[in-house]
């Protein structure tokens, strides 16, 4: 049987998703099962372009989505500066993309699950993610997968 | 035996803290065993109203618990709009509210422990903390749990 | 065999590093096996003063190397004045400085690992880092420690 990692991405931030996806390609390439909870901030990695939001979303549900865009950095964002340096030092480094990683990740097999009550809150609907989503869960389903993971990390 | 978790909740945020909660009820309610382990921004989750300062505290730390106090959100805070707006989404959507989860940690038994190391920096005395705290302790209190637990998050 | 902790310090933040070292030592102190891995902004820890940055460095990486200089709060950073409050409350009140504590932390033998994707993006050399860091690798090394430790926190 598999050894097992369990991310929760709770942040919407490039360099954290970064982190988490670099550690989740290493571990599923490295033969261990891996799935990642996406909740809250972390649904921006999910989302379709557009809002992606219910047809019924209430109006503030359509503003939150509206200033809840992009990704920034956790620290030195500088208006956006930070994660346009970012990706642009990445890309003149030679290291993977975030897209490289995400689209890896899949390959790999590595399971994605969305966070049902943030979904709930925030008013994002099936239709508004994109399809590599596995399963939309709460948190008795993140438990399960952790309570048999060697590795639980909260990012 | 009942499996346990353990979870060090660090931030001071009102996301983080749903977070937190959302993840310790389940737990809870799943019959596992879960402790919290609050330090330093943290501490603010179980802050009587008021200060909730020694008599002897200092200056520095009067100031330092004057500005920090409310939970902000992680990110979008924009001045306090935004831990507004994300409290109307949780009751229009019928989401439990932080205060409903903390309430419901309680009665599944999540154990709450207040860092003293923090506490002594930041001038908190044990009066200062609400009556559901069940110790004051450091860093060997809080190992001796995560060493026991299949799952530990740092939030 | 003794039991193990890997910390993965993500956050370049006064208190967040606080709270890893704060950790770290007390759980090495308990006879424990600690391993922290620096990743992204937790490199600053690790960087010798200047810049540590590759004579072949990019211009826009000994930018990012400028701005990104320093730890402040992750919360009440108001322009540095959180920082040098903590700092002045650490010392007014007997708790051990990051400085002690990075210094105890390799007495007892913790182990320093330098994230080496992360040294790549932000063009920082090893002549730039600390003579403590005793290694300079991937996730794949961080996930090697990672699997056999008891106690796994991404900070």
Redesign the interface.
């Known amino acids: 049987m598999k050894?097992k990692?369990t991310i929760?991405l709770?942040?919407?931030?490039l360099?954290?998703a970064?982190?988490a996806f670099?550690?989740a390609?290493?571990?599923a390439a490295?033969n261990?099962d891996v799935t990642i909870f996406f909740?809250?901030?972390g649904l921006n990695l999910l989302k379709k372009p557009g809002l992606g939001m219910k047809k019924s979303a209430?109006l503030?549900?359509k503003?939150?989505g509206f200033?809840?865009r992009g990704l920034?950095l956790?620290?030195?964002n500088?208006l956006g500066l930070g994660p346009w340096?970012?990706k642009?030092?990445?890309k003149?480094?030679g290291?993977p993309s975030l897209e490289d990683l995400m689209k890896l990740a899949r390959q790999l097999g590595v399971k994605y699950i969305a966070c049902s009550?943030s979904c709930?809150?925030?008013?994002i609907s099936r239709e508004g993610l994109v399809d590599e989503v596995d399963e939309i869960a709460?948190?008795?389903t993140?438990?399960e997968a952790?309570?048999k993971?060697?590795?639980?990390?909260?990012?």
Chains 1, 2, 3 share one sequence.
């Open positions: 050894d990692m929760i709770f942040s919407g931030e360099d954290k970064l982190a670099t550690l390609t290493a571990a490295g261990m909740t809250f901030w209430l503030m549900q503003m939150l200033v809840n920034p956790s620290r030195l500088m340096m970012m642009k030092l990445i003149k480094t290291a009550t709930g809150i925030m008013g709460g948190a008795a993140y438990l952790a309570g993971s060697k590795v639980n990390l909260f990012i």
